[in-house]
């Protein structure tokens, strides 16, 4: 699993200081950038009439061109922050390295004001594309910048699925983040009560001992409105049967699932989600604790005068 939310390290930092690197006036011999910021000046150029496919719908007056080779994996980004909020810009990019290249995108007032933003997904090392630039009005050609950097989408975490949930040993608390973990869609055998599945995480957890033991998300921070469902059986096998599922048992926000007669050796798939698409997700921690039952002095019951005999 994978989400598209972008965050993440950006591979290539904008450079301070824009660097001159006016594009050509035709697609036919695109001038070559890099990653970074380009000053440029388009008050000399014509209109291109270039425009391919669904980059048709917008008319690029005193437009130039440039032509980008990733030198990084992860997701373009291209806008023209920086230049005049005066300059109404326009911005396509395709796929290619010069007038036969193919639309891959379009934008008018995606950026700040009347400045133009675009993302392109998935860009590979080596991929080329063709960026053009130019004005929304016959008189918007005036100096100007653009932006080139490429993205890196940081990695889910490993349990983000059942088949890499992380093993946890014993009893205690047990930090994880599921800042940007995706849906599962996993439900076990499906009699747990509540979905867990969204933005979720996993754990296999084998009981230490004989007795009775509880499961509780301790974040209690509002914006992390945490599911939890609990089945008995290990990771992503088919017959996992819900033993317990809980949304708000726990104090404010979060999750408590308690069991009872755990046998020492029974295996158990842990699901923590959220409550809704809209609760935002991050660092939270699964504390388990094991309930004394007075069978050993580090688990003797407490006792009051009056209590024996």
Aim: hydrophobic fraction near 35%; glycine fraction near 14%.
């Amino acid at each position: 699993m994978r989400k598209s939310i972008l965050l993440g390290a950006v591979s290539a930092l904008l450079a301070g200081t824009a660097t001159a690197q006016d594009g050509t006036d035709t697609c036919t011999a695109p001038t070559a950038i890099g990653e970074g910021t380009f000053a440029f000046d388009s008050t000399a150029n014509t209109q291109s009439g270039f425009a391919e496919g669904a980059c048709g719908t917008l008319n690029f007056f005193a437009d130039q061109f440039w032509v980008y080779t990733a030198t990084a994996a992860g997701d373009l980004t291209i806008d023209t922050e920086g230049s005049s909020s005066g300059y109404d810009t326009q911005l396509a990019v395709y796929s290619g390295v010069d007038c036969t290249a193919v639309c891959v995108g379009e934008d008018d007032d995606g950026g700040t004001g009347l400045l133009s933003s675009l993302t392109v997904t998935g860009v590979n090392i080596g991929d080329q594309f063709l960026i053009q630039v130019g004005g929304f009005n016959s008189g918007d050609a005036q100096a100007g910048t653009l932006n080139v950097a490429v993205v890196t989408p940081p990695m889910p975490p490993v349990n983000d699925d059942c088949s890499g949930a992380i093993d946890l040993v014993g009893t205690g608390a047990f930090p994880f983040d599921a800042t940007i973990a995706a849906d599962s869609a996993y439900a076990g055998d499906g009699g747990c009560a509540l979905d867990s599945s969204i933005e979720d995480v996993f754990f296999t957890w084998t009981a230490p001992a004989d007795g009775d033991f509880s499961f509780e998300t301790l974040d209690h921070n509002v914006s992390y409105d945490t599911r939890m469902s609990i089945y008995l059986g290990q990771a992503c096998d088919a017959t996992d049967v819900c033993v317990g599922s809980d949304d708000d048992g726990g104090p404010g926000f979060g999750s408590l699932v308690s069991l009872t007669g755990v046998t020492a050796g029974s295996m158990y798939t842990i699901q923590i989600g959220v409550f809704s698409a809209s609760t935002t997700p991050g660092p939270n921690t699964l504390n388990i604790t094991q309930a004394p039952d007075g069978s050993s002095c580090e688990l003797a019951l407490p006792v009051t005068e009056g209590d024996n005999p």
